[in-house]
């Protein structure tokens, strides 16, 4: 048949039953055949359990003397096979039979279902269950099905906490013999395998796997309940447990159950603080293996993830699935309490906890706290004073990398998005967006109630709480209630009198982010809006918009109780304080209380007995800064007012405004001419 010869008439018949197919051997328990009587004898210890061959170094028992030798070269590290391309040593021959098909790349087995072609015989058989859906073997302690023999060994060490294989080099034990040879790539740094498109190289034949589907696109892997496809098995088995909601795995600490063992070891080191992953170039250290794959790219800018829509690539593939958002405007995740919607899940989260006002993560420092912990991250470098995102051109760090990326575009005015209109430019795409609303007057949300519109969205949310009084942020100390979150925020910081915000030229240090920049302003004399009017200047655009009334005499704001009407909500703030008699500003000195902050200003200069404000001209000097204007303008007879009735001019305000109650006629301004604030 084939010319092969044998010194033993036995052996040759034998070898004549591998052509035949010939199996004269049965078993009497499962009907099983055999081919040889020796593997009959064999396959009859699966059934009496008996394991007569036992190892005189560790007692471990085995089935066959085979498995005895090939165990017994564990201890010995004896490893007698080795490959003749390679030098690759094994210690048994199998293993360097089926080494060797990695260099001749022969795949003799093929599935008679699919031709797919595989390189063992073992891995063809496992293959063909995929087909069948047979899963053999059972464990004897918590009953699950397993497809491969090895597969069960594997679980069964999860009961039993064996962990046989050991590291030579820093003596890690692993349950698994594949870990350990994963795991000593990582000292040798060895990477076997790579990739045939682009030539990446990895440690482990899955990761090359894994890789190799981001040129495909193929995703492989079907669930059976909703036929959603995945590209990789283990992300399908996650997947799978979503339906099972299957949680055997808890945490001796806390007692918290998961669905898969890896996400309780995550789990466990949250315990511990074990960081076992570390970075080879910064030596960062990890928690988790993913989470320094991912930092490990911050390296090496590997960015293998491509948008197929606008071809954006990304580090991370969970970046990519929500950038993809961007684009099908998906919300998938929705708050069980109000129904709002959300693309990620983390902005879910972090929303959830408005409803509970739950703040888990507190600084070690200052004590504030905070719902979500990117944020505890990024307020901890106020303190640390660390700004670990640095500009490549002009060196300049910074706190948060989005704040480098919005920099970087002023150095390559790359990805600048610009007017139209007046060819201003903007580095992020939704600031332009918003930015042109400013020329085509475009308000598309309306209220409901009164009929105001805005261009913001947002906007209405918030001039919506204003008709329903609604304060959802309540502060913790005193009860005090907010419409906005970001007011809460800063009314915390009275409590805690925390300024964390300071200005780079003086000092000044403020509760809130957007004051040190109305502040600076104040060094460079900036005036950035102005008047389309009068083409007065103002360095803040809240200065503008009150302004903006004097002119069209609107005034939004009015009082519950007397309905008396104002152009700025600080003015009904102080005007109700004559209802409620609320005099929250009390002298130390004498203990006067008043009901305004300028009248309180205005008492404590009569202790100090100073007079801050000095006069350019005659040196005159005054105590307050309103007596000082007013005797500034008699030097430089401006007369900035102008009554539009009949056109008289006049210095100061309180003059004109005397004047104006005079007439009875108002001449009204267009509304088309005029730009009001989108806020309240």
Known sequence: MCDKSFSENSNLKKHIRTHTKEKAFACDVCSKTFSEKYNLKTHLRTHTKEKPFACNICDKAFTEKTILKSHLRTHTKEKPFSCHICSKAFSEKSNLKKHMRTHTKE???????????FSLQANLKTHLRTHTKERPYVCDFCSKIFSQKGNLTQHFRIHTGERPFCCDICEKDFSHKGHLNDHYRIHTKEKPYSCDVCGKAFSQKRYLIRHFL?????KIHSCDVCNKKFSQKCNLNRHCLIHKNEKLYSCDVCGKKFSLKYYLNNHVRSHSNEKPYSCDVCNKEFSQKINL???????????????????????????????????????????????????????????????????PYSCDTCGEEFSRKIKLNEHYR????????SCDVCGKQFLEKRYLLKHSRTHSKKNLHSCDVCKKEFSEKFHLTRHYQIHTNEKPYSCDICGKKFSQKYCLSYHNRTHTKEKPYSCNVCNKQFALKSNLNEHNRTHTNKKPYSCDVCGKQFFHKRYVKKHFRTHTKEKPYSCIICNKQFSQKSDLNNHFRSHTKEKPYSCDVCIKKFSQKRYLRDHYRTHTNEKPYSCEVCNKQFSLKTDFNRHLRTHAKTKSYICDVCSKEFSQECYFKDHYQTHSKEKLYSCDVCNKQFALKSTFDSHFDTHTIVKPYSSDELIFSEIL
Do not use: M, W
């Open 107 to 117: 795949k003799p087995h093929a599935c008679v279902l699919c031709n797919k072609t």
């Open 214 to 218: 981001t040129h495909t696109k193929e």
């Open 293 to 359: 794959i991912e930092h490990y790219r911050t390296h090496t800018n590997d960015r293998p993830y491509a948008c197929d829509v606008c071809n954006k690539k990304f580090s991370h593939k969970s970046n990519l699935n929500k950038h993809c958002r961007s684009h099908t405007n998906e919300r998938p995740y929705s708050c069980d309490v109000c129904n709002k919607e959300f693309s990620q899940k983390c902005h879910l989260k972090g929303h959830y906890l408005t409803h509970t006002n739950e703040k």
């Open 382 to 389: 106020i303190h640390t004073n660390e700004k670990p995102y």
